[in-house]
DNA sequence: GGAACACGAAACATCCGAGGTCTGTTGCAG
DNA sequence: CTGCAACAGACCTCGGATGTTTCGTGTTCC
């Protein structure tokens, strides 16, 4: 094994073991370099790599520290995941948001406060009658992630979020908006917030359920895909990770 | 921003934009290097750091690769993001957990090919009367990862196979052995695959429900906290990343 | 003729040392 | 006490030298 690779997992192993705590500051890199047993390239290589995924955090001319390792700051680390996907797993994407995102309106309708609720309510009226397209996925991420915050579930807040990257989503509105669905999103997005609003959890469910439901719908016709939707492809499956 | 970060998103633009496809052989370090306008030093963090993540894959003296990209092996590098997590958050995780495991599991008993369930059959009845805990865990990360991935929706499979890392549960089965939950888990599993075996989605989404949602209330308690198991902290929720 | 071995080229792995840039602190002057 | 300037510490970037691994090629032996 590499000395990076073996330098990421003692730097993992010295956070893990509370060595490190979050907002702990490592030691200069020439230090650590030493103890670690290798150089301070090699060392550089192992950081950036931590850095990446939001657990460490340098500071030129200051040093190098732990995150906070909060969910959110780690999971957001995942849409620079999901970016990578193409096309055809979107679905697949967009298949688990669908179990996840009434689930998370339910919990909102429960634990949401009744500013945040109110809050919601203006971001809708906020929204125009003939939006750009900018403005429309602005407010439909945001719409969608004041529910999963309100959820009170940074993990599952953190996880929606990523599933429905702004790459994505862009790509889906821009489509959307071409067919003039527009006005039936913004009615379900009003059904959903006055279900929460009512604190009726599993009003503000279906209605989720029904609106993700919907652009699934909607994206698999626009990919071509003629297949029935509640069924996708099991024996067509091929058997991965044969090797 | 560094020219490491820019060499990063640089790669990641070709990859997304199609100029580099899954597999496809990046130049040669040097080369590379030179095309970025950047040392080689710099361009190996790069490197690296998507290497963690599992979009390249390196090989000494070959050269250097873009994976598959397949969802799997993407989200399989969550499971290092997870192992960050401490007690504290396990909760949270489990939580989505109990959304996501029923979700599975009913689309399991949809989709699942006989052979599929013949297979989870006998995962069940090869594990002896007194098992040990390695024996358990291992048994219980194959059911629960074969009914996953009979769920025909492979971002869901990985999603679920990290959120359980071996970590988080090993350690839970370590208590649960503990108090003698073993048979009250076993029956629920042979439930589970029973309801799948006989084609019943709900009832076999009912008990995953059942099944995930006794080792969360078990952990609650373990954990000590007394408060009510359905509304998490909404209020008490800190305004972190304050500075 | 085919297979095993030896050699060499290509590419990554690792290290080193020098110069640059940014940040936080310290000390002085007002 | 406040504001500015110089300083030291820490990370940033670079380019080259050397080691290690892999793959392809040509040769030799059976």
Request: proline residues 5%; contains cysteine; aromatic residues 4%.
């Amino acid at each position: 094994m590499p000395v990076t690779d073996v330098a990421i997992d003692k730097i993992k192993d010295m956070i893990i073991s509370g060595e490190l705590a979050p907002g702990d500051r490592l030691p200069k890199e020439a230090e650590l370099a030493q103890r670690l047993g290798l150089s301070r390239s090699s060392l550089r290589e192992a950081v950036k790599a931590l850095c990446l995924i939001r657990v460490l955090d340098v500071r030129q001319g200051d040093g190098t520290y732990v995150t906070s390792l909060e969910p959110n700051l780690l999971l957001d680390a995942m849409t620079f995941v999901v970016d990578f996907h193409r096309d055809d797993t979107v679905l697949d994407f967009l298949a688990v948001r669908r179990i996840l995102e009434p689930a998370a309106t339910a919990l909102a309708a429960l634990h949401m406060s009744d500013d945040d609720i109110t809050e919601l309510g203006t971001l809708l009226s906020e929204l125009e009658d003939s939006p750009t397209v900018e403005a429309l996925v602005a407010n439909d991420l945001q719409f969608h992630r004041k529910i999963a915050d309100g959820s009170g579930n940074p993990v599952l807040c953190s996880l929606l979020d990523s599933l429905s990257g702004p790459t994505a989503r862009a790509r889906i509105w821009r489509g959307l908006t071409q067919e003039g669905a527009v006005a039936k999103t913004r009615e379900q997005h009003t059904a959903i917030y006055e279900a929460i609003a009512a604190r009726e959890p599993e009003l503000a469910r279906s209605w989720a359920t029904v609106h993700v439901a919907g652009v699934e719908q909607w994206l698999r016709n626009a990919l071509g895909t003629a297949d029935d939707p509640t069924v996708p492809d099991s024996d067509a499956e091929p058997a991965a990770e044969a090797s």
